[in-house]
């Protein structure tokens, strides 16, 4: 994450939801999918310094996740996705597998035009490495010395009695590249929320999977604004019932803050998830519009 101290705007990844992800290198953070077919590459002939000419493999992936923008003073944005796409030349032949590793990950936002638009930047540093699983055999009397995360079997200090298969990893290519993206989003007008009735509250119920009604239209089935946020360890669910019978279900993990705008909600329930002998905590409001 960079910030914009001069302009007031930030840029943060973020999972689905708009979860800030502290560390986005951690696996899963940031998505990368092959689209290539595996099983049939395109190949090209490849000529290296040395004039020697190498067959490679073309692999095709895609790479994305979420950000989001915090801007008038602290307004966050909701999650917007980014996207690329990238063609690279491997040594991968059938029967590899393709893994990703993230090693850098920068974010920086700023003002364009007249103020209402936010230009965004992503670079994203990623080693991609071919791979197989393969059987190598040991010769008696051979002492091998093995490197982390290849063979772990076999003491470094002991020869081999006799002739020995072990399975190892081998990686076939290592490739460390750099991808560039950029894009244009619209600045969030702040919700105003013409409040008809405003109603806020503590959650506190067992995490036994039991659903808690919090609230029950009467008469009228207003549009809402709900907030819902989780300050416990158990996993919470909440489910809004519209009018028209159909529910939304949305999951709030611990530490997590969701919002939902509805329309013509008939009820709101709460259930937590966990130890049942723990209780589940935090804040709910709804702001009603009729």
């Known amino acids: 994450?960079?910030?914009?101290?001069?302009?007031?705007?930030?840029?943060?990844?973020?999972?689905?939801?708009?979860?800030?992800?502290?560390?986005?290198?951690?696996?899963?953070?940031?998505?990368?999918?092959?689209?290539?077919?595996?099983?049939?590459?395109?190949r090209k002939c490849v000529k290296l310094p040395s004039g020697e000419t190498v067959t490679m493999e073309e692999v095709t992936i895609t790479i994305s996740g979420f950000i989001a923008v915090d801007h008038h003073g602290g307004k966050r944005s909701s999650p917007v996705p980014f996207c690329t796409i990238k063609q690279l030349?491997?040594?991968?032949?059938?029967?590899?597998?393709?893994?990703?590793?993230?090693?850098?990950?920068?974010?920086?936002?700023?003002?364009?035009?007249?103020?209402?638009?936010?230009?965004?930047?992503?670079?994203?540093?990623?080693?991609?490495?071919?791979?197989?699983?393969?059987?190598?055999?040991?010769?008696?009397?051979?002492?091998?010395?093995?490197?982390?995360?290849?063979?772990?079997?076999?003491p470094a200090s002991s020869a081999v009695k006799k002739n020995t298969c072990i399975h190892t990893r081998k990686i076939y290519d290592s490739v460390f590249f750099k991808s560039d993206i950029c894009f244009v989003i619209e600045k969030e007008e702040e919700k105003k929320c013409p409040v008809i009735e405003k109603?806020?509250?503590?959650?506190?119920?067992?995490?036994?999977g039991i659903s808690k009604v919090y609230y029950k239209a009467v008469d009228m089935k207003p549009a809402a604004l709900i907030q819902i946020e989780n300050k416990s360890a158990c996993c919470m669910e909440a489910t809004v019932e519209l009018s028209d019978d159909r529910k939304i279900i949305q999951t709030i993990d611990r530490d997590q803050q969701v919002t939902m705008d509805v329309g013509a909600i008939q009820r709101l329930l709460i259930q937590c998830r966990g130890n049942s002998e723990s209780y589940c905590r935090g804040f709910y409001s709804l702001c009603l519009r009729h």
């Open 89 to 154: 030349l491997l040594c991968a032949p059938k029967g590899t597998k393709i893994t990703f590793t993230a090693k850098s990950f920068h974010c920086f936002s700023a003002p364009v035009a007249k103020g209402d638009k936010i230009k965004v930047f992503i670079a994203i540093g990623t080693v991609v490495e071919a791979e197989a699983n393969v059987k190598i055999v040991v010769s008696a009397g051979e002492c091998p010395v093995p490197a982390a995360e290849t063979v772990r079997f076999i």
């Open 199 to 208: 109603i806020t509250g503590r959650i506190f119920q067992p995490c036994d």
């Open 1 to 42: 994450m960079l910030e914009n101290t001069c302009c007031k705007t930030a840029c943060f990844l973020t999972d689905e939801c708009g979860k800030i992800i502290l560390d986005p290198l951690k696996p899963g953070a940031i998505h990368y999918e092959e689209i290539s077919c595996p099983e049939n590459r395109p």
